[in-house]
Every structure is written in C-alpha cells, then in structure tokens.
C-alpha cells in the first residue's frame, strides 16, 4: 500500500491535521515545489519577451508545460491557453463569437458552480438571453433528461462534468454529441473532475474544456483552458495588453494569431511548472492504484455515515470524484464543521458556491468531506470519532449558529 500523505511536506508540518477539503485546495506534494523552485531558481525570466539565455529557457519551460497539460486532456498544445483560474477560463467563454439573437438560449445544469453560472447570467442579461436549467435528481444527483434542454435556441451548453456538492459525475459525450448535432457550442467545466475522471477532449467531442492546477495537487493562479480551433481562432480575447500583439499604434493593435493572444501580461511560468509536475505526479498515483484506493475510502466514509441516523446523505456516485457530503435537520453545518475543525478535522460546510443546487433540492447548507491522496482510512476514523462527539456536544448543549444563516 503506498502512503501518498508521505509525499507532502504539508502534512509533516501538520501532522496531526486531518484534511478533508481537496476539492476545495489539494495540498501540494513535494516534487511540486521542487520543479517550481528548480525553475526559479535556474530558469527564471520573463517568457515570450527577451531574447538572452534566461528568457529562452523561461520561454521553453512555459511552452513545455503547456505541451504536458495539453497532453493530459488529449489536446494539442496550440488549442489551450493558461488563465489564472477556472474561474476566469469560464468568463473568458463568454465572449465566444456567437450571433446572439435575444431570446436564444445558454443550457446549463442546476449542478452549476457559481463560476459556470454568472458569467452566463450576466450574458443573458446583457444581450436579453435566456438561461435555462438543466434539472437534477436529489436521489442520484444525475441531469434529468438533458437532452430535451436543448432546444433550436439553443446555442451554447455550459456544464460541469462533476458536482462539487456531490461528486456525481455527468455522461458528457453523448450530452456533447447532441449538442454538436444540434450547431450548439459545448463548454465544460472540468475543475471537479480533472483529478478523478479520465478526459480526452476529442472522445468527449467539445468545444471548449477548463481545469485548475490546485484541484490536481499543483499550484493556485493557473488553470488550462483548451479550445477548439475555430472557437479560439473567432473569439477575442477578455484581457488585452501586453504580450499578444503584432503591432500598435496608439489607433489601433494588430493581436497574434496564436492561442497565446488569451494570455496578456507576463505569464505564471513558475506556476505552469508546477502544473506540469503536478499532473505527472497525478498520473504516477494513478497508475499505482490512486483512483481504487480513494473510492475505497469513500465507500467506507458513506457505510459508516449511513449508520447515523441524524445524518442525511446527499447522493453519491461509486465512479464520481470522492465526496461525500450530508446535512442534518438536528445540527447545522456549520456547527459541525466548526466542531470538527476544533478537533483537527478540516472539512467545508455551507453551499459551496452552490447557491442553486441546494434550493433547487429545497436543503440547507451541507458539510462536505471530500477526499485527497493525503487521507489516510485511520484519519477516516478519527472523523468519524469526532464527528459523534460534535453532534453529542450539540444535543447536550445546542445550536452555536442560528438556524437561518447560510
Ligand atoms: C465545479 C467547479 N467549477 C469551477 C470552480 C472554480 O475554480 P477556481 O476557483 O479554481 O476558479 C470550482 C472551484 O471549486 C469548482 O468546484
């Protein structure tokens, strides 16, 4: 049995900390941080900006990242740019060039983070759009009949490839094949899914796909957005400046004709580094047995969670992402996260950027375990121990936090 919680200095500063919030942050392991400083420290300049040595070797380790996460996916290099974060990579689809006509539609599902629906909203409301909502089931966390959401005004379908609430998984590739059949654009949101589910952007058929380092035991700042071709070619870039120009006058700018024209200003080249390392730690884990060995733990978590009949389990999926999320009519989440934390155990309560999925199913906030390489099954029962001493605090002395805060 491998112990992955070994490769992270992380856990040997905090020993004693159980951490259960990998969807939210992985930690990072140590050949993470070590690329990232053996390219600070031997490579760093400026890249796509100077012709000396230190400004060449920049330029190819961002370009060799790129090329490794590109990979990854499935992509080719020349169709995926960097962006900060998933965040940005979904904002930057808005301004995918579209004939909107008021009245046409964008699909997406009630599974939505916040950062897949309000740049859309937005858009709606801009160009007088409508935002349509592709329903879920509280007893799977499955789309219902998705296809029947994509009407002839259809034109874009933006959607999460898995839940961050629940860690369900969505059947993509036929969802994008309708789509594409029907002239819609398909965007997916892969933040939650990229560290569990394999992805070949060509097998799932899409236009666009987007995924953050920080989710993959890499670094914060930077994610990978990939773009077919005739998206990217037609679609202009959010941020403008320097770094992605031919030439300027002070009338007018000729922009690059590569994917680079999406990346303005000086690139995160230490954290693409990182990236790169992080995915080809991701994939060692994964061929050692990673993806066996968290379902295992999850199942574990959901048998014993299931014993306790003050907990609601929200649904799971055995070949989604490692989440295991539940709400309790007796305790509010935050109480039991806060009990927990006190006790080392470091879990997220609340809507988890969510906001619709849990008033689409009509429940309140939700504590969320959700599982990384760095847990180990005996820290599982050391929740699960703190867990029943939280909720045997709380009936003996009452709710810490009023029931109607979030
Ligand atoms: C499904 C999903 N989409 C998008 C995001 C946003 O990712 P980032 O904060 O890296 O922009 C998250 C983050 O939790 C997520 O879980």
């Known amino acids: 049995m491998h112990n992955w919680q070994a490769d992270f200095p992380f856990h040997q500063h905090h020993p004693q900390l159980v951490y259960l919030d990998s969807a939210a942050t992985c930690q990072q392991p140590q050949v993470v941080l070590d690329a990232m400083q053996d390219y600070v420290i031997h490579q760093h300049a400026n890249a796509h900006r100077g012709a000396h040595g230190r400004a060449r070797a920049a330029t190819q380790a961002y370009e060799d990242a790129r090329t490794r996460v590109a990979a990854f996916i499935g992509a080719d290099a020349s169709n995926l740019a960097f962006t900060a974060s998933t965040t940005a990579a979904l904002n930057q689809l808005t301004t995918a060039a579209i004939d909107w006509q008021a009245g046409d539609e964008i699909v997406i599902s009630a599974s939505e983070h916040h950062a897949n629906i309000l740049p859309w909203q937005r858009l709606a409301e801009r160009l007088a759009l409508t935002l349509r909502v592709i329903p879920v089931s509280s007893g799977t966390g499955q789309l219902i009949e998705p296809e029947q959401y994509l009407g002839p005004r259809t034109r874009v379908l933006a959607i999460t490839m898995a839940s961050n609430v629940t860690g369900v998984v969505n059947d993509l590739a036929s969802l994008c094949k309708a789509a594409r059949a029907k002239g819609i654009r398909t965007f997916i949101d892969a933040a939650q899914a990229a560290a569990h589910v394999p992805i070949n952007v060509a097998e799932l058929g899409c236009d666009a796909l987007a995924f ?161 390489l760095t847990v180990t099954e005996q820290q599982l029962t050391q929740t699960l121990v703190a867990l029943d001493k939280a909720m045997a605090l709380l009936a003996e002395t009452g709710p810490l936090t009023e029931s109607d805060e979030a």
């Open 212 to 372: 953050s380092a920080h989710k993959v035991y890499g670094p914060t700042g930077i994610a990978a957005l990939y773009m077919r071709p005739e998206l990217w070619q037609t679609m202009p870039p959010q941020n403008l400046g320097g770094g992605i120009v031919e030439t300027v006058t002070f009338t007018s700018s000729e922009l690059i004709s590569s994917i680079q024209k999406f990346e303005a200003g000086t690139p995160n080249v230490s954290a693409a580094v990182g990236f790169s390392a992080a995915l080809d730690w991701l994939q060692q884990t994964q061929q050692a047995g990673a993806g066996r060995y968290l379902r295992n733990l999850q199942q574990k978590l959901i048998a014993a969670l299931q014993q306790r009949p003050q907990l609601e389990l929200l649904p799971s999926d055995p070949n989604g992402t490692p989440i295991v999320s539940f709400y309790s009519q007796a305790f509010h989440c935050h109480d039991l996260a806060l009990l927990l934390a006190e006790q080392d155990i470091a879990v997220r309560a609340g809507h988890h950027c969510a906001q619709p999925l849990l008033q689409h199913w009509q429940i309140p906030g939700v504590v969320r375990l959700s599982l990384g």
